[in-house]
């Protein structure tokens, strides 16, 4: 896989046709090569989420629906040049009457035919079309490949891309209330949607891009609904995708921004799988005195990168009660610890009376958002917690002796709040303080 940059785009696809069909991750994959062939920068994250603005970059809206998440969708965008003509149209379904009346248009000379077709659809075809959807995606899939053999010359480069990972908890657009049944097995439904549509590609000699293998170990580049991607993994898409078309037409691939040089090594497989370093030196500078600002701003220490992040940071330090979801999200409310320097919480029994924080303070979370039990700890002990506090002191009492009691007063006082996350480890027999 090479790395393209924006003259490499220009002479790659100069007075070439590609039109796009897919999601909303395809019209980020338009997105990204509007922005490639214009410069060499990243979108950045408005841009990444905004859908059906009137122009892009210079591109034009052509059609738009109402802004729904409904499966009546529609949009279609398109950026002319003189050097190149991009085209993506949304779809919400593999093969439909929309779908079909695009091909129309193409069979009767209303549009050009593509010299390069990019087809994606997925997620909304296996989660809002009734609990057969899977095997009526097979059928809309060899349906599809049909038509395009009656409309479509041989010239014309058809290219399928796999549909990319999704994480365990989905928040698409597509994940209506009707489809939270799909949520569990989506991950599954996905990698078997994937299985179906190339050995139905294969059969009718189209190309596969499989982003699913380049993207299943590089999920830190997700977003957080589960399903969209960050802005250096839709770089790595649009290099992947220009690759394939690439070795489909026999142009060798283009030498690294970097070949000149020697300062710069990177390794080969670093250079493969597009690391972000190798990504910011390819597209962060104008020239080799002058860097671009990142359109989106470093992760914060302040926060973690991701769901998975915040849970393993939460459950090292605290005993997570079963109320608490560790996927939500947590901010860390000391600033000067990371996850290196994690202070742990003291291990006996009962602490000293006398013995007060570490010097660099514990480390504190903070939920965002309301526990599913219904209270929220704002710094104060609320009165909710004071009172499961004092039967469980009660309990203890009862059970240790009144020689312990004087352990357990401590934690009846309104400042506990500030420090107690979890007030009982799992033997149910210490206090972490």
Known sequence: MAIYRKNDVKDLLRQEYVLLLGDSVQRSIYKDMVVLSQGNRFLSHRELKTKGEPTFCGDKLVKRSEL????????????????????????????????????????????????????NSCLWDITRYGPNSMASYQENLQKLCTRLQEILPTTTLVLWRTTLPVSEDVRGGFMTKDAEYRKDMLRLDVMRANYFAYNIMNKFSYD????????????????????????????????????HIANAWDVPDPVLPWHNNSKINFNESDVMFNRTNVLCEAYGHLDSTKKVISP??????????????AGILYSDVYTVPDDIHVEEEYEILNPKLSESSKVMLPSAPYPDKDAGPS?????????????????????????????????????????????????????????VGRWVRSHLVRNRQRYYY
């Open 68 to 119: 729904t998440n409904g499966i009546h969708y529609r949009e279609e965008r398109e950026y002319v040049t003189k050097d190149l003509h991009l085209k993506f149209c949304f779809l919400t379904k593999i093969y439909n009457d929309y779908v079909e009346s695009i091909l129309n248009s193409i069979q009767d000379g209303t549009s050009p035919k593509p010299d390069v077709l990019v087809l």
């Open 208 to 243: 596969v891009a499989d982003l699913y293998y380049h993207f299943q170990f590089q999920l830190h580049r997700q977003a957080r609904d589960g399903v969209h991607w960050n802005m250096y993994a839709h770089r790595r898409v649009t290099n992947i995708l220009l690759s």
């Open 296 to 309: 989106i701003r470093a992760p914060s220490r302040k926060k973690p990168t991701d769901h998975q992040s």
């Open 359 to 415: 010097s660099s303070g514990p480390l504190r979370l903070r939920r965002n958002r309301i526990s599913t039990t219904g209270y929220k700890q704002p710094g104060r002990a609320s009165k909710m917690i004071k009172e499961r506090l004092r039967k469980e002191r009660e309990s203890e009492i009862a059970r240790l002796g009144q020689r312990d009691a004087n352990h357990l007063e401590r934690f009846d006082k309104p400042m």
